[in-house]
């Protein structure tokens, strides 16, 4: 995997789209396969929440960007769980019809909304990993489109001002420069592989990985949280 460590103040306004169809080429035939039953599996990075509630979370982020709704208080927790209960009565197909949808289309919208999206598309792959997770399948937060999810991490975390870190990645070529490196905060020091440096970024559990941060602690890390 190469990993380029200039990109983090670099937008590519395709990347986005690129990843979510990507995303949507790998992920979705996985979901038509998968039971009923499937659907109510409890989804452990998002308590409370069970696959077919992610998939109504996901889907109808999509529908509100295809639709430029943002009203005050969208993605909120009163929002999204708004958004799963108007979709309490359709059926497992539906959703998943919805979300490939969304993964289709989405991209040139966020492409040209200047990187004020680009945060969601990233979410979207996050979620599509907490999925995979909760399935038992290869690739959570990882696979062929990490290099692309790093370099929009590395974006977007540069965009936001996040703290400075410089990450030395088991599975890169280089080095991967992420958040405000313009500020006074010296960089924190990650080195550990690409999946579980998405894990911390996106509050996700990291139990039993090998890793080692120096200068931040690992919460500050997270671009999701409050």
Excluded at 45 to 71: M, N, Y
Excluded at 103 to 127: K, M, S
Excluded at 152 to 171: E, F, N, S
Aim: with cysteine.
């Amino acid at each position: 995997m190469t990993t380029p460590a200039d990109v983090h103040d670099v937008r590519d306004p395709e990347l986005p789209g690129r990843l979510l169809t990507d995303e949507r080429d790998a992920l979705v035939p996985l979901l038509r396969a998968r039971k009923d039953e499937d659907f109510a599996l409890p989804v452990a990075a998002c308590p409370g929440w069970t696959v077919r509630d992610v998939l109504a979370h996901c889907s109808a982020a999509f529908t509100r960007v295809l639709e430029s709704r943002f009203e005050k208080g969208v993605f909120s927790p009163e929002s999204n769980d708004r958004d799963i209960a108007e979709r309490a009565d359709w059926s497992n197909a539906r959703i998943v019809d919805e979300f490939e949808r969304g993964l289709t289309e989405a991209g040139p919208v966020i492409a040209r909304a200047g990187g004020v999206l680009d945060v969601l598309a990233l979410g979207e792959w996050v979620h599509a990993g907490d999925l995979r997770e909760t399935f038992g399948e290869p690739g959570a937060y990882g696979g062929d489109r990490l290099p692309q999810a790093l370099a929009l991490l590395a974006y977007v975390t540069c965009r936001d001002h996040h703290l400075p870190l410089h990450a030395d990645l088991d599975d890169a070529d280089e080095p991967l420069r992420l958040g405000d490196l313009s500020g006074e905060r010296p960089p924190a020091r990650y080195i550990g592989d690409g999946a579980t440096l998405v894990r911390l970024y996106a509050g996700r559990p990291v139990h039993g990985a090998s890793y080692e941060l120096a200068g931040a602690r690992a919460e500050e890390l997270n671009i999701f949280g409050d």
